[in-house]
């Protein structure tokens, strides 16, 4: 079980026929036009130089990763960017775990919910999208900011004399993060919670276990294909978003996907921002080959 | 039986698709690419209520965005409103087409102040949109010592209570200035000079916005901001308490124009556009909304008198100003100046 899920299956018994092939032609199609071959342009991209009006010059260098990793004064190794990267590594973790400790109760309740209640709860959780996301995030600064709907409220209730600053600061960009990505966390566990049989549950309840155990023991195991699928739909996408580090957190501690945006637009520098993404992609390829060889090696 | 069934129905087909592609094709068009909030929505409506040109508008940010997306390709854009140092560059690299300065009679209304300029010294390529200026807005209900410049706003007492342009060259000139430098001085020594100054600049600044940075002013995020002219305008006409300084060391104005891109589908439409906006009863109207220095003398005489009393758009007295000139290589250092700061932070 532990390993069907952990490892494909490479044993090549069960090799995919004409019809199997013909079945996935459309999505080996969509993965080569927008994951291979954009991939392939970044990576030739990284190795290019840029003209004075910023276009991309096809001669080789290694600058832009000379650049990523030295200091361009003394030559040394540099943690400029390193520094970018763990900022933004440490953003969407934090809003992973967020996610999880808020989402995984509210997924839990929807999925234990009588049938009838459930497709309303579900509307609920997914009402958010039918707005702009952009429009969402200019709420929050509304609501944020100094002279904004909380600190207002706050100094009206006579809770606090001074506004407090919360605008513009990292906190401010973790709560944008959870709260746009908390569904996609709860609608995969909530998946889990569903089918999840109950009798497992009271099983384990009759042979002694107690909540926190059954929890433990039953409930969390049963429930991980969901958690995990929550936890990389929100963590990948958290690592590269640049929208809501700059429109909430002002720019001022950039992320990894804010300095990749800016070499695209701001810069103009598609060299440096193409050598930033692939060593983004090698570090993501790097840490899924660790912990898929972890899962392999830890049976059960 | 069957196949003559199907080339009927095909003919048939063809027969309804033909005359509607050819209504589409005399629906005349023009695709503007222009500034985020600098292009008032009722300037569009009224030149497709007189012309019948629809307008599709497409926006950025930056002259820097606007270079990428015009140069990428893939998109053909028939009007642009890029700064004076851009357009530097695209005549340069023949980006732009010249103008056919006979289908646009209304350039007789533009201040000789601002045309032919250095950028574009036969005045063939562009016409000024709006003029401004780079300063600093000081919110004085909240800061109370007199700010005269650059480092003033800098001086480490208004630490995390700064928004400021999020254009690398913007701030890089700044930087200079403080040294005497002109702005289109950036050799890599000078670039060299202004590190330790930025370096101590960068982190006091709380909010990087290009785009609206009235906003964390308004807000009350912020008591100091180096923003445009035309915000300063909006926020000095909302409250008088912001008032807007022309830093001591020299300050950059920018000529917001348009051109037309090489290539541009529909070029006539374009200086149609073009014509409609010189007129002085439009252009006052873009006044009215983004309260920037008006090129169009004509224009300007319709104004009310506390649109030009404002010291935002029509700054009083003989202030330090500079345009920005192309600088080619330099571009990247800046950037990689600007970003390496901001990121080690």
């Known amino acids: 079980m532990q390993a069907a899920l952990g490892a494909p299956d490479t044993s090549g018994t069960r090799r995919p026929g004409l019809f199997g092939w013909l079945l996935m032609t459309p999505m080996l199609l969509w993965l080569f036009a927008f994951v291979v071959a954009p991939t392939l342009i970044l990576l030739v991209y990284s190795f290019c130089e840029r003209d004075d009006l910023g276009l991309v010059v096809y001669s080789f260098t290694w600058d832009n990763y000379r650049r990523i990793f030295f200091d361009s004064d003394t030559g040394e190794f540099g943690t400029t960017y390193l520094t970018v990267f763990v900022r933004s590594v440490i953003y969407a973790g934090l809003t992973t775990v967020i996610c999880l400790v808020v989402g995984y109760p509210v997924a839990w309740y929807i999925g234990r919910a009588p049938e009838s209640r459930r497709n309303l709860l579900l509307t609920l959780v997914m009402i958010p999208f039918w707005t702009s996301f952009l429009i969402r995030t200019y709420a929050w600064i509304t609501i944020l900011s100094t002279n904004g709907l909380l600190n207002s409220f706050l100094q009206y209730t006579k809770l606090i004399e001074e506004p407090f600053d919360m605008l513009y600061t990292p906190g401010a960009v973790v709560l944008g993060l959870v709260y746009s990505y908390l569904p996609f966390l709860i609608l995969p566990v909530y998946g889990s919670v569903e089918k999840l049989d109950n009798s497992l549950v009271e099983a384990a309840f009759d042979l002694g276990a107690g909540p926190v155990r059954a929890f433990q023991k039953v409930i969390i195991p049963l429930t991980q294909p969901g958690i995990v699928a929550g936890v990389l739909l929100v963590f990948i996408p958290a690592i590269g978003m640049f929208a809501i580090s700059q429109l909430m957190g002002g720019g001022t501690d950039p992320t990894i996907g804010e300095v990749i945006q800016n070499q695209f637009m701001q810069a103009r520098d598609w060299p440096f921002g193409a050598a930033l993404g692939m060593t983004l992609v090698v570090m993501f390829a790097v840490a899924f080959w660790f912990t898929s060889r972890r899962q392999e090696a830890v049976p059960g | ?345």
């Not at chain 2, 222009?34 to 209520?49: A, H, N």
């Open chain 2, 1 to 345: 039986m069957k196949t003559i069934r199907l080339i009927l129905a095909l003919t048939l087909l063809a027969a309804t698709a033909v005359p509607s592609y050819g209504q589409a094709k005399k629906k005349q068009v023009l695709n503007l690419f222009c500034w985020s909030e600098y292009v008032p929505q009722e300037v569009i409506d009224g030149f497709t209520k007189e012309t019948g040109i629809k307008v599709n508008t497409e926006n950025y940010a930056s002259n820097e965005e606007m270079l990428s997306k015009l140069l990428a390709g893939g998109s053909k854009y028939d009007l642009i409103q890029p700064s004076e140092y851009t357009i530097e560059a695209l005549i340069k690299k023949e980006k732009l087409d010249a103008l056919t300065l006979e289908n646009i009679p209304n350039l007789k209304n533009l201040d000789p102040k601002f045309t032919k300029m250095p950028h574009d010294p036969e005045g063939k390529y562009s016409v000024p949109w709006m003029a401004g200026t780079v300063g600093i807005v000081v919110n004085t209900a909240k800061v109370k010592t007199p700010i005269t410049g650059y480092k003033d706003v800098f001086a480490g007492t208004h630490k995390r209570r700064i928004v400021v342009l999020n254009d690398s060259r913007e701030i890089v000139s700044w930087a200079l200035a403080t040294l005497g430098i002109s702005a289109n001085d950036m050799t890599p020594e000078n670039l060299e000079k202004a590190k330790p100054i930025l370096a101590t600049w960068l982190p006091q600044v709380k909010v990087y916005d290009s785009d609206s940075p009235k906003t964390a002013l308004l807000n009350g995020d912020v008591d100091l901001g180096i923003v445009w002219s035309g915000e300063a305008a909006i926020l000095w006409k909302k409250n008088k308490k912001f008032s807007y300084v022309l830093p001591a060391e020299g300050a950059h104005q920018f000529i917001d124009s348009l051109a037309i891109p090489k290539g541009a589908p529909n070029k006539e439409n374009a200086e149609k556009f073009i014509n409609y906006i010189l007129k002085p009863e439009v252009s006052v109207r873009i006044s009215g909304e983004f309260p920037y220095t008006n090129p169009n003398a004509e224009a300007v005489k319709l104004l009310k008198p506390e649109q030009r009393d404002n010291p935002a758009s029509y700054p009083p007295g003989a202030p330090k100003l500079e345009t920005f000139k192309d600088i080619g290589a330099a571009a990247k250092e800046i950037d990689k100046l600007v970003t390496d700061i901001k990121g080690r932070k």
